[in-house]
């Protein structure tokens, strides 16, 4: 059971827009910002965004990222074929003094 | 470029030990944290441990590690490690070495390895 919840999969059209809700509590995603992590099959976890929107560069300004309360969110726009992968959320939690991540969300673009 | 080549990872009887190596190039390694992350086969990822940078190394680990597995980190070699022990068949994994993007422990992973893998069986 992981600290932080997510579902377990998602779906979408090519050019349709989903999100990925990330669901926590006050120790962690209520004090801290969360993180966005994309892993393509077969390949290791590549960061994506922060809950304030700092991204590396490369990644597209069609990933956003929203953070609410104890909630944080991942939005896709412009959905493409190659965003098919397993999304990941994650922050740090206060209580536990450690990182916490999300149990991941299969993204699958039909 | 930032690279990060992990090491170490082996077919280990339950109870024995092992040293995992972070090696690291492409950027200041002692200013910036470091951590372990683990994903078993077909699972997701967990956190395993973490050590700050800028010469205070502060140490976490999960609660599922704790006293079993130590971090640490050589800023002289560039090399970051995970030293295991009492290992248990549910450690089995693929060991994943990140780079934070500042000195805390809790800062975003930015960039990561391919990875190492621990089997542990009988």
């Known amino acids: 059971q992981s600290v932080l919840t997510q579902p377990p999969s998602a779906s979408g059209t090519p050019g349709q827009r989903v999100t990925i809700s990330c669901s926590g509590s006050?120790?962690?995603?209520?004090?801290?910002?969360v993180d966005w992590y994309q892993q393509l099959p077969g390949t290791a976890p590549k960061f994506l965004l922060s809950?304030?929107?700092q991204r590396p560069s490369g990644v597209p300004d069609r990933f956003s990222g929203s953070k609410s309360g104890t909630s944080a969110s991942l939005a896709i726009s412009g959905l493409q074929s190659e965003d098919e992968a397993d999304y990941y959320c994650a922050t740090w939690d206060d209580s536990l003094s450690g990182r916490v991540f999300g149990g991941g969300t299969k993204l699958t673009v039909l | 470029e930032v690279r990060l080549l992990e090491s170490g990872g082996a077919l280990v009887q339950p109870g024995g030990s092992l040293r995992l190596s972070c090696a690291a190039s492409?950027?200041?390694?002692?200013?910036?944290?470091m951590t372990w992350v683990r994903q078993a086969p077909g699972k997701g990822l967990e956190w395993v441990s973490a050590v700050g940078g800028g010469g205070g190394g502060s140490t976490h680990h999960a609660e599922s590690v704790k006293g079993r597995f130590i971090i640490s980190r050589d800023n002289s070699k560039n090399t970051l490690y995970l030293h295991m022990s009492s290992l248990r068949v549910e450690d089995t994994a693929l060991y994943y070495c990140a780079k934070g993007s500042a000195v805390w422990s809790r800062a975003s992973l930015e960039s990561w390895g391919q990875g190492t893998l621990v089997t542990v069986s009988a």
């Open positions: 492409g950027f200041t390694f002692s200013t910036y944290a």
């Open positions: 006050s120790p962690n995603i209520g004090s801290n910002t």
């Open positions: 809950s304030n929107n």
